[in-house]
């Protein structure tokens, strides 16, 4: 897990850039938000958490430019633009904001705002070569005084994120600082200490599963991911998702952290991957799963196991619903795993992913003391000694 210097994390607060009402500050920011085919944004919740920040600048500051990335574009889709976007900000901050399509109107811009297009559709920004690299960096760079990284889900290091910051005084933004300070506080938890996981694939976070193994007291692991630690105890899974490849790990990691992983003790079965509503779908009596069928939600001792360790838990992180909670058949699981957790409120708990927030949202659950948009980014925090956009910063 990443050590925090606290101190140094503080005072490199963007509030406390000298003299902000003169300084020409390039934000990189967070607004990777879900858009539909032409780029109207169809949930607007990481718009909305970096506002605040966008418009304290916009106010403050004697330039702002605004960058950001958008999805993962092949080309300048329009999907993927920030077109639409840019005129709500403009709306929504009551001001005239430019919006930048090319880098070469970028040259002497002096005061005002500057929204720039998707920082992706430059082809520096995650270039190899480090000479395209450098040359996007310069352009960002070259008409500001002050950088401030407030995208703290952007964790990769890319132009925008890291190369800008090797360049400029820079400081750390107001959702990235509070992100940190809330991850910080599971250095040193209070116990007992429950994570609640769901991932479709063993090999897509190895190490943010070990990291969680080392510092929890529990680790539940529900829909997917189990059936490759299932399968390495000799139990039968059916036609449910396994990495055979990763056979070999999961026994390793079941008989090192015995004590520690909770795994399933029953499941809701179909015979093929279709709303369990409109098709066939029964509960097993233990934790095989029969041949030709698949597992697609934990049932009600899996759901009585939970509950009992997350009831007791004083820190409690969930990352992701117990199964396909978008069909209300198969949701039951990840109601009563979310409504312990938020009914816990002697605990402290947080929650990250979008597929958890999602499940938030649709199953009206509330009393979280944290929900993180930042999920990659967040195992990326507990996995490794290192974040390199944070870094920069601070060293």
Known sequence: MYQLDK????????????????????????????????????????????????????????????????????????????????????????????????????????????????????????????????????????????????????YRESVSTYDVAKLLPSYIGPVFAREVLELSKLADPERPFVAVLWWAKLSEKLDSLLALLKVADKVLVGWAMIYTLLKAKGISVGDSLVEDDKLDVAKEIINQYWDTLVLLDDHMIVKE?????????????????PEGRKAIDIWPKAIARFVQELTQAKTIVWNWPMGVFEWET????????????????????LVWGGDSIAAINSLWLSGFNHISTGGGAMLSYLAYESFPTLDVILK
């Open 7 to 154: 101190e140094k994390f503080i005072t490199k607060s963007y509030t406390n850039i000298p003299y902000i009402e003169n300084k020409k500050v390039l934000l990189r920011t967070c607004l990777n938000v879900i858009t539909d085919s032409e780029g109207n944004m169809t949930d607007a919740t990481r718009y909305h958490e970096s506002f605040p920040a966008i418009k304290a600048l916009a106010e403050q500051a004697k330039m702002l430019l605004i960058t950001a990335h958008l999805g993962r574009p092949k080309h300048n889709e329009a999907q993927y633009s920030f077109a639409k976007i840019a005129q709500k900000l403009a709306t929504d901050l009551w001001k005239q904001v430019n919006f930048v399509t090319d880098l070469a109107d970028l040259e002497g811009i002096s005061e005002w705002i500057y929204f720039l297009e998707n920082i992706r559709f430059f082809s520096g920004e995650d270039s190899k070569e480090q000479v395209n690299r450098d040359q996007l960096a310069h352009v960002l760079v070259k008409s500001c005084d002050v950088f401030v990284n407030d995208a703290f889900a952007d």
């Open 273 to 289: 991957f279709k709303d369990p509503a409109l098709v066939w779908y029964e509960y097993t009596p233990d934790h095989h799963v």
């Open 330 to 349: 198969s949701a039951h699981g990840t109601q009563h795993i979310g409504k312990a957790i938020a009914e816990n409120i002697l605990a402290y708990t």
